[in-house]
């Protein structure tokens, strides 16, 4: 039997009251974790991904850029997961974490994009901070691609291992003219990968 790993952020009403107080976009589907669709329609084909899950979490400093990771591994449509141990540090809904979260370079954005993935999701609060969040959400969205944001539970999938593979399941919340979508992310793992 396949193994499941929920990676979905918990909202809680704590967790809530404290997005609403350091994230003035944590009312409009941008709490927990959620898509920027950018007021695109999410394709019902991207309910499940191939998806690759990569462990930046060494990453410090600086920006996360195309020569830390597998690059060669991507594959048009996959799914591409950043584990930044952002969450588990910062604690979901602090300024901290809404201020000063890893981000993806725009090379490695580029680069990602160029691979035709259709999928970005990161275990913090965007891929981007500060003014460059909105535009690089609405590029990646312009080019086909959705960025899914606090994710958690990713080493879960890792389990210690630089990369893994999964498959990628997603249910973002049928919300109409929003540019973030409330979703349930889950991953499922091979048989005997537990």
Known sequence: M??????TLKVTPERTKDAQGNEKKALTGHLGTHFDVMDKVFPLAF???PALVLDVSAVTGRDIEPEDLPLERVLPGDAVLFSTGWLEREGYATPAYFKGHPQLSQRLIDALLEREVSLLGI???GIRRG???TPADQRCADRGAFVVENLCNLQGVLRGAPWAACTLYTFP?????MSGLP???????PEGEE
């Open 2 to 7: 396949n193994v499941f790993v929920d990676l």
């Open 47 to 49: 309910l499940r991904r």
């Open 123 to 125: 275990d913090c609060a």
């Open 131 to 133: 003014r460059e969040h």
């Open 173 to 177: 919340v049928n919300f109409a003219q």
């Open 183 to 189: 979703c349930r992310v889950v991953a499922e793992l």
